[in-house]
T-cell receptor, first 115, second 111 residues
């Protein structure tokens, strides 16, 4: 149990579907992150939230829409995805963002397949 | 030049061997370094973190940081088949609220 829980673990969706990924952390952290992990590529940061405010968005297509209703929950809303969006989507949290002395803890990820 | 470079492997070693995993980085401003282990179809699991140059030991694992060479290492002693996984190095970007990861090294420890 890492303290960061992601649901669902697996998701298959069509290109016209709308779905959401959920992340919940029980660590009392102030920062939460969405990462994308594709085969043979480094982890790609998608979004950073600190104290429920988005602080970084690495030029992610608008078909990915994050939502952070409180410091414990983070969502990633998906719509009109492309097959190349198939990947492992990882949520992480850390005590604070950007202070240079804090480590990130990851959830187990959601394996997304777009058909 | 990539911010963080890491040999992707795969690296295969016999059980009981000492494993050395390495990363190089280009930005001398990085101060905080982490190693993660990721099993297939699972999220990365934090193994070790270090804040300064030198060695840090935890059981069979030793993390080493050489800031002058911009080089970090993870050593695994008495490697076990259960150590077979992908190992990711990571560091915190000082200019953004962002963790920068290496691509990972895939390790196989053969019984």
């Amino acid at each position: 149990e890492t303290g960061v829980t992601q649901t669902p673990r697996h998701l298959v969706m069509g290109m016209t579907n709308k779905k959401s990924l959920k992340c919940e952390q029980h660590l009392g952290h102030n920062a939460m992150y969405w990462y994308k992990q594709s085969a043979k590529k480094p982890l790609e940061l998608m979004f950073v939230y600190s104290l429920e405010e988005r602080v970084e968005n690495n030029s992610v297509p608008s078909r990915f829409s994050p939502e952070c209703p409180n410091s414990s929950h983070l969502f990633l809303h998906l719509h009109t995805l492309q097959p190349e969006d198939s990947a492992l989507y990882l949520c992480a949290s850390s005590q604070d963002a950007g202070l240079g002395d804090t480590e990130a803890f990851f959830g187990q990820g959601t394996r997304l397949t777009v058909v | 030049q990539k911010e963080v470079e890491q040999d992707p492997g795969p690296l295969s070693v016999p059980e009981g061997a000492i494993v050395s995993l390495n990363c190089t980085y280009s930005n001398s401003a990085f101060q905080y370094f982490m190693w993660y282990r990721q099993y297939s179809r699972k999220g990365p699991e934090l193994l070790m973190y270090t804040y300064s140059s030198g060695n840090k030991e935890d059981g069979r694992f030793t993390a080493q940081v050489d800031k002058s060479s911009k080089y970090i290492s993870l050593f695994i002693r008495d490697s076990q088949p259960s150590d077979s996984a992908t190992y990711l190095c990571a560091m915190i970007s000082p200019y953004g609220q962002n963790f920068v990861f290496g691509p990972g090294t895939r390790l196989s420890v053969l019984p």
